[in-house]
């Protein structure tokens, strides 16, 4: 009966992506993880519906276990574009193995040296692959790497798809054809990769990764902004969007490893937020100039978050002999001459904040707790205390769709939570 009917009223179903809408980089249209997709999710997850899985079989994104199972292929994070899905990973190849695993384990070929790196297209609607580019042994086998390889997602834009390889190689793909329009590198860490690499092949040894190749590329003005990746603190390369020249390398140890840098729009034109521990930069991404520098104990470490002219990031609290003692979510306003201190309050996990109705929501003193702060004052509008099933390794990647906030949980977790 028409009186029982209760919710939105779609036109036709919906259980494929808008082409309309996209999800281009890591964390979406805005660049602070906010889907722009105004369709209906289902309030219970247990009551979706399966609609695919992809054609092309996924490497796991899991480090080797106790028993040599698994296959890692790094774990970057997919992108969205005109209907479809594009994902960026790495599978081993050739025929030279690390010569002391070689036969142990259950999957040999993940001892092998040579690695392809991959884009692929996803068909949005079946899971069928549209088409994938495999740049065959241009990149190495990461799988020792503690945590699964590199987590350096792709960017779609304007047509193309732009991925970071697992040598420091930057390729750029037609995201209709799949065909290659340019490939570069990131500069002098590439050339330590393949050099590592050239000695693992002779020696027959893999290469043991440390944690690295953790920060993503964005887009902003007309580059392609990519971390360099040396060890510890990186600059910033940037490339033309259309020919992969290199436009500008910054000034070194400008950026956290881990980190992925914000994009800050001022009357129309985009500028690249940056830091580390000790300083916060404003980059104008024409040319790589530095329009502010602030040292110190500054804000915009990991994952900083810009919402219109608000920057929300860690700031670092120090104890009398210096040494760090924490971290507080700290909100700043941005200008052309700096950063304006908000407030700083509330415990920082290493996670990435959302911004969402002129709200903040953080993980809280406890690190298993939500938190949600008015932006403009840092007032405590909510918290959501941490259960069994919401505990300390939950609330740390955060987006929102359909009004509703996303983060990861556990395997006991049973039912679906409205955080919002």
Do not use: C
């Not at 949600?372 to 990647?397: C, M, P, Y």
């Amino acid at each position: 009966r028409p009186a029982d009917v209760k919710g939105p009223i779609l036109p036709e179903p919906r259980n494929e992506i808008d082409p309309t809408k996209t999800w281009e980089g890591l964390f979406g249209p805005t660049g602070n993880g906010i889907s722009m997709d105004d369709v209906p999710l289902v309030d219970d997850f247990k009551k979706g519906v399966y609609v695919w899985k992809s054609q092309e079989r996924i490497p796991q994104g899991k480090y080797p276990g106790g028993d040599l199972s698994g296959l890692s292929g790094g774990f970057a994070s997919p992108t969205v574009w005109d209907g479809d899905v594009f994902l960026y990973y790495y599978v081993p190849s050739g025929d030279v193995y690390d010569f002391l695993w070689t036969g142990k384990g259950n999957k040999p070929h993940k001892w092998l040296i040579h690695a392809d790196d991959v884009i692929i297209r996803i068909d949005g609607q079946t899971g069928r692959t549209v088409w994938k580019k495999s740049f065959k042994e241009m990149g190495m086998n990461w799988t020792l790497e503690r945590k699964a390889g590199p987590a350096v997602s792709n960017v779609v834009y304007d047509g193309i798809v732009y991925a970071v390889g697992t040598t420091g190689n930057v390729y750029a793909v037609d995201a209709e054809t799949g065909e290659t329009v340019w490939i570069s590198d990131i500069g002098k860490r590439a050339t330590e990769l393949k050099n590592q690499k050239a000695t693992a092949l002779e020696t027959e040894r893999l290469v043991k990764f440390q944690l690295d190749f953790m920060g993503n590329p964005i887009v902003a003005g007309d580059v392609l902004v990519v971390h360099g990746f040396t060890r510890g603190l990186s600059p910033l390369v940037a490339f033309d969007l259309k020919t992969g020249a290199k436009r500008w390398t910054s000034a070194p140890a400008i950026a956290a490893t881990e980190g992925t840098p914000a994009k800050w729009v001022h009357n129309g034109k985009e500028y690249v937020i940056s830091g580390t521990q000790a300083m916060s930069r404003l980059i104008d991404p024409a040319d790589g100039s530095t329009v502010w520098e602030l040292r110190g104990d500054v804000p915009g470490y990991q994952f900083p978050v810009v919402h219109g002219d608000y920057l929300v990031t860690q700031k670092l609290q120090r104890a009398d002999n210096g040494a760090v003692a924490g971290r507080k979510v700290g909100v700043y306003k941005i200008s052309l001459e700096g950063l304006e201190e908000v407030w700083v309050n509330h415990t920082f996990p290493y996670q990435f904040p959302v911004v969402y109705n002129d709200a903040v929501y953080i993980g809280g003193d406890e690190r298993n707790d939500l938190v949600v702060a008015d932006l403009h004052t840092g007032k405590q509008i909510g918290i959501l205390k941490g259960t069994e099933n919401l505990n300390k390794d939950d609330f740390w990647s955060f987006l929102i769709a359909d009004n509703k906030l996303f983060t990861r949980a556990n395997d006991d977790v049973k039912d679906t939570v409205n955080f919002l």
